[in-house]
């Protein structure tokens, strides 16, 4: 029910649905510029389907889409609602059949009550398949038989009996089919602990394989057009691969963006966000937009890992991200469909931790019981609300409220209103809010390094001098590191227009010390000061016989960390 209030139910998914598969059939070849201006009428009155409708033989039509789910190229259905949306849409091209079926159809749906609403919702969702999938059967039965000119070979290839039989296996292959999914992707979207929609990436996976040996297969064929099917197939595929990428240098080359601000709006957004295809820009009230791309784009999980590893300031952090979190890497991008947790088992998990997945806080410990309890129900229940609930009741109220998330995103009611109509994931956002999340998630993991260093120096047990060495260093390299990724945003925030007395600010009601503050803005790695200060708590609570109150053992420990701290110093003024 949730996994259903989040696709099927949501409005915007039916928008998203659509866009999907125009860029799918993009990438098989069923897009071109002869095409773009064709009515559909011209690929779609040779479907047996429409000849029979158009006739009046209902029972003939449902035969024959009976026929196309069998071949596996449509979901069993009522040919009744296909056959509709194909009647209203048989003199408009293509463009003009996409605005179409882009029609958000959240209010027809609400005026038919609870029950009504959730037939409406599964019978559009099946429609918006069926539909493009005759479609791309009947474009690509007629090129198949134009390039056979007439005479079909008596064998095809991958063990087809006939033509449609080799036709259907093209669709299949090359469209998302959700029966088509390999036994671990369907064992993992039932299970509890990952993968609440890993259906959909592993079907793009599936079909871009599938795809390229189809368009080798064309490509070696002996008949002439058949291999001008496979190098338009082949170009096809460049093409919607790389759509997003050029629509967003061809829109920021028209907006006059810098690569800079794409760079520092990255760094602000939410980490989901941060490696898509960014369209941004400041609007004329002085905030920055953005159009996340990634959203509506079926390739996008391929163009997230490209940007997760050309953003990594080395090849490990390529590869695997940042160690502090910041920048998420190629394979967190490439693995994240498939390995994140259920939306049920992730919620709970939340719960328990205390924490969300970006490391916001759901409840403060020091809460009353009751307190923390409504702070738990709201998290759940905010997490699992059915996506019509959200984009027609939630997200408009917050609109309307002017409130502004924990990532700076400003909730406004016209941009809501765009990304609802068109699909696209349209959002502004508040840049001194994003500085400040991410600020506190820098004071927190900073006050950890801070902790492991404490925790060893000030044991009551044994430690050695050695070990209080290396502790010190691994703790020191850390922190540098938190700086390097923290010094991204910063750089960020000072792009967005955020100046160095708002950032000050900023970062001492995040919780950074404010003795720490001119070097963090100045992006200064200064080593961890020790002082006596540091063991005395510990000190204190030892108990009597405990080695660290042992003569002379807090002088010891000192002796060796500010040995520690004196070479990092070194080192850190050298490398300045």
Known sequence: ????????????????????????????????????????????????????????????????????????????????DVYALIEESKELTVPQFIKKLMDNKAAKFMKKGVEGTIDAANRAYTFEDDAWKIFAFNYEKARYEKAYGGTLPDTFPNDARNLDEYIATIIRDTYPNYTMPPKI??????????????????????????????????????????????????????????????????????????????EAMRELVAPWSQNSPLIVWRGKDGKYNYIDLGYTDPFSMFTKAFYGFMRGETFQEGLFGSTDGFQKGLVEEILSPFISEDMVFGSLLDIYRGRTDTDRPIYSRGDARLTKLRKMAEHFFGDLQPGFVKNMI?????????????????????????????????????????????????????????????????RAGTVSEGELFNTYEEVNAAREQLLMGFRGVLLAGESMGIKRGEMFKILKDAGVAQKRIPALLNHTHVPMKIDTDMLSRYFKKAGPDAPLRGVGEMRKRMIALRAAEREARKKAKESR
Do not use: C
């Open 1 to 80: 029910a949730a996994k259903w209030g989040k696709t099927v139910g949501n409005p915007q998914t039916h928008v998203r649905n659509t866009v999907g598969n125009i860029l799918f059939a993009v990438a098989n070849g069923h897009f071109n510029p002869a095409s773009l201006g064709m009515p559909l009428k011209s690929v779609l009155d040779s479907s047996p389907i429409i000849v029979a409708m158009r006739g009046g033989d209902v029972e003939a039509a449902q035969r024959e889409y009976n026929k196309l789910a069998k071949l596996g190229v449509v979901q069993a259905g009522s040919v009744r």
């Open 185 to 262: 992707i369907r064992i993992l979207r039932r299970t509890p602990l990952v993968g609440t929609f890993v259906s959909f990436p592993a079907e793009v996976v599936r079909t871009g394989i599938q795809r390229a040996k189809i368009t080798a297969q064309e490509i070696k064929s002996d008949n002439p057009q058949i291999r001008r099917i496979g190098y338009a197939r082949a170009v096809s595929q460049v093409i919607a691969h790389s759509f997003s990428v050029w629509m967003m240098k061809a829109v920021h080359a028209l907006l006059g963006t810098s690569p800079e601000e794409v």
């Open 394 to 458: 939630t997200v408009p109220y917050k609109a309307l409220a002017g409130i502004t998330d924990d990532y700076g995103k400003v909730f406004d009611l016209p941009t809501h209103l765009v990304s609802q109509a068109t699909g696209f994931n349209l959002k502004s956002i508040d840049p001194q809010q994003a500085l400040m999340f991410k600020a506190r998630l820098y004071a927190r993991m900073e006050q950890e390094l801070r902790y492991e260093m404490t925790k060893v120096a000030g």
